[in-house]
Nanobody, 126 residues
Framework: QVQLVESGGGLVQAGESLRLSCTSSGSTFSIMGMGWYRQAPGKQRELVAA???????TYKDSVKGRFTISRDNAKNTMYLQMNSLKPEDTAVYYC????????????????????WGQGTQVTVSS
């Protein structure tokens, strides 16, 4: 059983930065694809960024150049560095693990797996 715990959310002003962390239990962290999703009020949950076991990554278009996903297998932890935050980034951010990774050419797609964290609130004021 994999348990995921997020941290690092908070209230910031537009233009500021936050770093989210997701720590996983269990011994399979290094071989799992993982992703960050977010859900704003009244909207569907959407993929923000994902990273494969081989550290291939993919990003939602609106966060490219501002967000960076990374992983530290020695710490069983995945990160999302969020810079130049905008009010439209306001949402609950969820960590996901164990999804499927698809590679085609230079591109990488991630489909969510069965393991979810509890979510961490990110609020960006204008």
């Amino acid at each position: 059983q994999v348990q995921l715990v997020e941290s690092g959310g908070g209230l910031v002003q537009a233009g500021e930065s936050l770093r989210l962390s997701c720590t996983s239990s269990g011994s399979t962290f290094s071989i799992m694809g993982m992703g960050w999703y977010r859900q704003a009020p009244g909207k569907q949950r959407e993929l923000v960024a994902a990273i494969s076991a081989s550290r291939r990554s993919t990003y939602k278009d609106s966060v490219k150049g501002r967000f960076t996903i990374s992983r530290d297998n020695a710490k069983n932890t995945m990160y999302l560095q969020m810079n130049s935050l905008k009010p439209e980034d306001t949402a609950v951010y969820y960590c996901n693990a164990g999804g499927s990774s698809t590679y085609y050419g230079d591109n990488y797609d991630y489909t969510s797996g069965p393991y979810w964290g509890q979510g961490t609130q990110v609020t960006v004021s204008s």
